[in-house]
T-cell receptor
Framework: GAVVSQHPSWVICKSGTSVKIECRSL??????MFWYRQFPKQSLMLMAT?????????EQGVEKDKFLINHASLTLSTLTVTSAHPEDSSFYIC???????????FGQGTRLTVV | AQSVTQLGSHVSVSEGALVLLRCNYS??????LFWYVQYPNQGLQLLLK??????LVKGINGFEAEFKKSETSFHLTKPSAHMSDAAEYFC?????????????FGTGTRLQVTL
C-alpha cells in the first residue's frame, strides 16, 4: 500500500514554544491530507482537512490559530502547534489520499509531550 | 451525520479462538466502512474496507468483515486468534460528508489474546 511518513515520531517541548510536525506521502501525490488527534485510550478525532494549495478546513472546536496547517505541495503537509501547553500533549496522526480514492493511508503518528 | 458504534471497549479471547469485534454504523448515504488496527504508539494500518462491492470483505492477516445493511453492521471476524493480533481495532465510516476519505472513527476495541 501507499506510504505516509510522519516526522518526528515523538517530540518533547517546553510550554510556550511551537512545534512543527511533518506528514509526507512518499509514493503518491496527496491531494488531500487529514490531521487527527488521539488522546490516551481514546479514538481519533479529526482536527482539520487540507487540500493542496488551499487553506485547511478545521473541525468545530479546533483553534485554527493554534494548530496551523500548511499543505504547500502534493507530498507534504505540516501541522504547527503554536504556543504549546501541557494540555496539547497528545498523539497526532495524519492521513493522506489521492484524487477521489476511497479511504486514506495513515502516518505512524507523532507523540507530543509539552512540559 | 455519520457515526460508528463499537460494542465492547475490551475483548479477550484465547489463542486459536474466534475473534468477533462488533461495529454498527449510522449514515444518511450508502457508507464506506473500514477497519483499522493500531499497535501501541503507532499509526493505523488498514485491515479492510467496504466500498459497496461484495458484502463479505476479506482483509489482511486473515480478517474479514460482512456488511449487513439490514442490521447496519460491519463486524470484524477472524476464525483463529493469534497472539500477534493483540492490538486496538477501530471501525470507521465515510461518505456522509461528501468525501470518501473523511473518516469518523468508533471508540475502538482493545483485543487481548491469551494463551
Amino acid at each position: 500500500g501507499a506510504v505516509v511518513s510522519q516526522h518526528p515520531s515523538w517530540v518533547i517541548c517546553k510550554s510556550g514554544t511551537s512545534v512543527k510536525i511533518e506528514c509526507r506521502s512518499l509514493d503518491f501525490q496527496a491531494t488531500t491530507m487529514f490531521w487527527y488527534r488521539q488522546f490516551p485510550k481514546q479514538s481519533l478525532m479529526l482536527m482539520a482537512t487540507s487540500n493542496e494549495g488551499s487553506k485547511a478546513t478545521y473541525e468545530q472546536g479546533v483553534e485554527k490559530d493554534k494548530f496551523l496547517i500548511n499543505h504547500a505541495s502534493l507530498t507534504l503537509s505540516t501541522l504547527t502547534v503554536t504556543s504549546a501547553h501541557p494540555e496539547d500533549s497528545s498523539f497526532y496522526i495524519c492521513s493522506a489520499r489521492w484524487g477521489q480514492a476511497i479511504g486514506a493511508f495513515f502516518g505512524q503518528g507523532t507523540r507530543l509531550t509539552v512540559v | 451525520a455519520q457515526s460508528v458504534t463499537q460494542l465492547g471497549s475490551h475483548v479477550s479471547v484465547s489463542e486459536g479462538a474466534l475473534v468477533l469485534l462488533r461495529c454498527n454504523y449510522s449514515s444518511s448515504v450508502p457508507p464506506y466502512l473500514f477497519w483499522y488496527v493500531q499497535y501501541p504508539n503507532q499509526g493505523l494500518q488498514l485491515l479492510l474496507k467496504y466500498t459497496s462491492a461484495a458484502t463479505l470483505v476479506k482483509g489482511i492477516n486473515g480478517f474479514e468483515a460482512e456488511f449487513k445493511k439490514s442490521e447496519t453492521s460491519f463486524h470484524l471476524t477472524k476464525p483463529s486468534a493469534h497472539m500477534s493480533d493483540a492490538a486496538e481495532y477501530f471501525c470507521a465510516v465515510a461518505g456522509d460528508t461528501g468525501t470518501a476519505s473523511k473518516l469518523t472513527f468508533g471508540t475502538g476495541t482493545r483485543l487481548q489474546v491469551t494463551l
